[in-house]
């Protein structure tokens, strides 16, 4: 089942979302259907709020299907360590068609559980290390947005604003 994209604007994408605690058949076909949609939107990374739910649980492929080992499932996903400096445009799902340079770490270790409840680490560089970032931030209410200037920030909050008028958004 393909959910469509949840856009800024909806309050669910800025409050915290709420601990994934059972990890059955009906989280497993959520996460398929979490790829699913995001795949259809072409996106590397989609979290829950974005497609309404509440739970801190995200999906990441940053090959964007080209190796079936990328596929990572984030649950009750804490950052553990963080290094370096890398400045990169950055995008959203939620608010398309915008895209502005956000600075991140440019190596993270993230500590999730997958899939099954296991806990693991895992470090990721550049591309994944801000899709570790992006996608926590999800789960804790923030959107990029947050890390770029107020300047900036107002700008597009007034062209979505419009665009809501237009119904266009
Ligand atoms: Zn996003």
């Known amino acids: 089942m393909i959910y469509s994209i949840v856009k800024f604007g909806d309050p669910v994408l800025e409050k915290p979302a709420a601990p994934v605690t059972v990890f059955d058949d009906e989280l497993k076909k959520l996460v398929d259907d979490m790829f699913e949609s995001m795949y259809e939107a072409r996106g590397v990374g989609l979290a829950a709020p974005q497609i309404g739910l509440?739970?801190?649980?995200?999906?990441?492929?940053?090959?964007?299907?080209?190796?079936?080992?990328?596929?990572?499932?984030?649950?009750?996903?804490e950052?553990?360590?963080?290094?370096?400096?890398?400045?990169?445009?950055e995008g959203c799902l939620s608010i398309p068609e915008f895209r502005e340079p956000v600075t991140r770490a440019s190596k993270v270790t993230v500590r999730a559980q997958d899939i099954?409840?296991?806990?693991?680490?895992?470090?990721g560089e550049d591309l994944l290390a801000r899709a570790f970032l992006h996608e926590t931030d999800h789960l804790n209410?923030?959107?990029?947005?947050s890390h770029i200037s107020a300047l900036k920030r107002?700008?597009?909050?007034?062209?979505?604003?419009?665009?809501?008028?237009?119904?266009?958004?």
């Open 116 to 123: 099954n409840g296991q806990w693991f680490e895992k470090t």
């Open 79 to 89: 950052i553990l360590h963080t290094e370096g400096k890398h400045r990169q445009p």
């Open 141 to 145: 209410g923030k959107l990029y947005i």
């Open 154 to 169: 107002d700008l597009i909050k007034r062209k979505i604003r419009k665009l809501i008028k237009a119904g266009e958004w």
């Open 54 to 77: 509440s739970k801190r649980l995200a999906v990441i492929d940053v090959t964007f299907k080209e190796d079936p080992n990328a596929k990572l499932v984030l649950a009750n996903p």
